[in-house]
């Protein structure tokens, strides 16, 4: 038997370990509970492009959460630093994306919201990136676009957590969730049961599997798989990340380039492929020709939260008033932590969110668990 805490999170991906720091800040007393190791799932998985893939193929609500993450991110990579010496190497990069199909919707979506947005042609493509491929044209340049290190963020965010007192326990796996009338009474894990005021799923693909230990409530959260490959050739090839329909090459300080990536929906089976390869070696090699030569020198895979919506579940559920959830970000978990945690935490404390644009009140009116 566990003792109780003001908030148990569940899951200790970016999402969870994030929103465990700003709940944490909020000066409730929190454990993070984690049936791995922090951060090793789709977390550990990412590329950290802190940008939706085609800016103008989004949501307002989808919108204005990553707007937030962008605006966030370079002060709060900042304050991790500060307190832990660890630096998650946000890098303002820029991104160029080759296919124009919808280029005059592009234009139009940056000149609305102020986001540069450039139609970019051969010759000057060929200043910008001379390792780009010679077929490609045309390309949209976003130059505000960052990345970041997913794997140095969540070391940075996890000394934070240590740092603020938060309580992190891995290999405790949460098997189920107990209710009575309109509460939670607790978790069952595989150490025994546990208490807390409040619970906080933020599990990501399983989130679903676990809200299905209730009697009712689920919501539509599936694994989506994505590999992806490293290469690190002898040389520097890019400096802007380049993106082609949902391909992606980012390339780091460190002359690593990872390419990426695969939606392939195989249920929670995390392995790698050989076809997956193969296929994301060659879109690669489409659009750098230097890397059709290169041997990856690392693929791994990660499991997404994928739903039919493009934002995330972030609410309280509709039937228990002490259960939240703060799940579902697919592939923009990272660029979303940050007011993700912010909204999920102003829903515990009860009290007005920051967000007063709309923003809130558009992703937690009518959005809960069916």
Partial sequence: MFMAHDVIVVGGGLIGMITARTLRLAGLDVVLLEKNRLGKQASWAAGGILAKLHPWQQSEGMRKLIHAGQAAFPGFVAELQDETGVDSQLLQSGMLIT????????????????????????????????????????ALHVPSTMQVQPRLLIEATRK????????????????????????????????????????????????????????????????????????????????????????????????????????????FDDTVTADARNSIHAQASKLCPQLENEVPVKHWAGLRPGTARDVPYICVHPEFENLYIN?????????????????????VMDRPSAFQTGLYDWLHAGTGPR
């Fill in 99 to 138: 296919n124009l199909e919808q280029q005059e919707a592009a234009l139009a979506w940056g000149r609305k919201h102020r986001m540069q947005i450039e139609l970019v042609h051969r010759s000057a493509l060929a200043k910008l990136e001379p390792g780009l491929a010679k077929t490609i044209d045309a």
């Fill in 327 to 347: 799940a579902g970000h697919f592939r923009y978990g990272i660029v979303m932590s940050i007011p993700s945690a912010e909204i999920a935490c102003d829903l």
């Fill in 160 to 267: 934070s957590l240590e740092l603020h007192g938060v309580q992190v326990l891995e290999r405790v796996m949460v098997t189920g969730l107990h209710a009575k009338a309109s509460r939670l009474t607790g978790v069952e894990t595989n150490h025994g049961s546990m208490h807390a005021g409040q619970v906080m799923l933020c599990n990501g693909a399983w989130a679903g599997q676990l809200l299905q230990t209730l009697s009712r409530g689920h919501t539509d959260i599936e694994p989506v798989r994505g590999q992806i490959l490293l290469f690190k050739p002898s040389r520097p090839l890019l400096s802007r990340i380049l993106v082609s329909a949902d391909h992606y090459l980012i390339p780091r300080n460190d002359l690593y380039i990872l390419c990426g990536s695969t939606m392939e929906h195989v249920g």
